[in-house]
């Protein structure tokens, strides 16, 4: 084969080997749309562009401040998953004061600087973003400049023209923000469906930070529109917001565990140990669930350890997606995970538990040699009834003991305890409880058979 005939073909594997061939077609398609609308709306705008002195300068101060802002946090990192951050504080005044062309540039390059200086992500990714801002941008910079013209136009008084001009441009990065969190957010929940976006985009926190960023964007437009000295008094009073963004992150973070995401076993128990003394008090129902996967270590012998690792990933990913908001899941080391489920019965914290189970076997990982591998967990549940008095110690060990009597049971299954008799621990194979018959689960809660002189636990189990 000739050289060229070898490079076209190198280029053609390294195309196909592309991530962004992973995702469904239907993505593909959506991500492939928004990067060419951008580009179509670059190269219109560009077209009818006439570029000025005044304008170059006052653009190139702006990026100044965005890319000067993204260097005081380059050493915190960027996030993983959905990342929040004030940049439009200085992009949207681009789009409010400049011509159109000017927009969707700012992203552009502050997204290449952020692949360069701060984390390599994923190419598909960092191009759609800046195609997503991108278009949000040239969206907010056309109402501006249409809305302008009908609105502001026609006020003679300043008093009432300056607030004029302050609404529309809220009302344009309103539109920025809006049309930029669909394209985005419909991208994220099309990659990975089990996703919550609640958390990340319409919690209390990211919210408040939504409304902080674009009340600083129409101030610093609305300053420098006057005069672009502005920026010299903006600048610092604009990046406060986001030094406090990326501490609230590290903060999160070293709440997380970093292979999975879930909370760590740390953050867990503290969190746990407040929830159980809150359902002792109050006498409310709760559970706690230990899953543990089944001979991981074969696993990691089999394939390595950083499929290993990714598996533990897509464990972490798949547990908030059966779980409610107010539930607690975490990693609480090795292959072991803990659940926290409040207000739940044990009927219901035992099909919460299987419907886990099942999630877990069903996940098709692929290994780097390209077989589907599939994995199975054992999971010990403990319940603590409306009444009961218990620690989180007491729960934990209940569940490790149900959690063991899983393992001896055949593994992929789930056994259960409940404290409306007591906890009663005691020694033999596997730390299981004495006294105690396990019963098939048979489409409902069915309690083990205990001898009338046991003190042992209720148990069910999972076949």
Do not use: C, F
């Given at each position: 084969m000739d050289p060229i005939g070898r490079g076209t073909a190198r280029l053609a594997r390294a195309v196909t080997?592309?991530?962004?061939?992973?995702?469904?077609?239907?993505?593909?398609a959506f991500i492939a749309t928004v990067v060419v609308a951008d580009a179509a709306g670059i190269a219109f705008a560009a077209s009818r562009a006439t570029f000025a002195v005044h304008d170059l300068g006052l653009f190139g101060l702006l990026l100044a401040c965005d890319v000067a802002g993204l260097e005081l946090t380059r050493r915190a990192g960027?996030?993983?998953?959905?990342?929040?951050?004030?940049?439009?504080v200085w992009e949207l005044p681009i789009a409010i004061l400049l011509p159109l062309v000017y927009a969707p540039i700012s992203p552009i390059i502050r997204i290449a600087l952020t692949q360069w200086r701060v984390r390599r992500g994923a190419a598909h990714r960092r191009v759609f973003s800046a195609a997503a801002l991108g278009l949000s941008y040239l969206v907010a910079s056309a109402t501006f400049h249409q809305l302008a013209g009908v609105v502001i136009g026609p006020v003679a008084d300043p008093a009432?023209?300056?607030l004029a001009g302050m609404l529309v441009i809220a009302a344009s990065a309103l539109i920025q923000r809006i049309v930029n969190s669909g394209l985005v957010l419909t991208a994220v929940k099309g990659a990975d469906p089990a996703v919550?976006?609640?958390?990340?985009q319409f919690g209390r926190e990211p919210l408040y930070n939504d409304v902080t960023e674009l009340c600083l964007a129409v101030l610093v437009a609305f300053g420098v529109a006057s005069s672009p000295v502005a920026l010299l008094f903006a600048f610092p009073f604009a990046t406060l917001p986001l030094r406090a963004l990326r501490h609230a992150q590290l903060v999160s973070d070293s709440r997380t565990d970093s292979k999975t995401g879930l909370?760590?076993?740390?953050?867990?128990?503290?969190?746990?140990?407040?929830?159980?003394?809150?359902a002792v008090r109050t006498g409310a129902p709760l559970a706690v669930a230990v899953l543990d996967l089944d001979w991981f270590k074969s696993v990691n012998d089999t394939h390595g350890h950083l499929f290993g690792d990714e598996v533990l990933r897509q464990i972490g990913r798949c547990l908030p997606g059966e779980l409610?908001?107010?539930?607690l899941a975490g990693r609480f080391g090795g292959e072991e995970f803990v659940m926290l489920l409040p207000k739940t019965r044990a009927v219901d914290a035992f099909r919460v538990a299987d419907r886990v189970r099942c999630r877990v076997a069903g996940l098709p990982l692929a290994a780097p040699d390209g077989e589907i591998v599939r994995v199975t967990a054992s999971v010990g549940v403990v319940a603590l009834d409306a009444g009961s008095r218990r620690e989180l110690t007491d729960l934990l060990a209940a569940a490790d003991?149900?959690?063991?009597?899983a393992k001896r049971g055949g593994r992929n299954q789930v056994?259960?305890?409940?404290?409306?008799?007591?906890?009663?621990?005691a020694g033999g194979l596997g730390g299981g409880f004495d006294g105690g018959v396990c019963e098939p689960f048979g489409g409902g809660l069915v309690p083990g058979t205990l001898p009338a002189q046991a003190a042992s636990p209720e148990v069910v189990t999972q076949g």
């Open positions: 080997a592309w991530p962004v061939w992973t995702l469904p077609r239907w993505l593909v960027e996030p993983v998953g959905i990342a929040k951050d004030m940049h439009a009432r023209r300056g919550r976006l609640r958390g990340v909370l760590n076993a740390r953050t867990w128990e503290r969190e746990a140990e407040a929830a159980v003394a809150r409610r908001e107010s539930d003991a149900a959690l063991y009597r056994q259960m305890i409940s404290t409306s008799r007591g906890l009663s621990a």
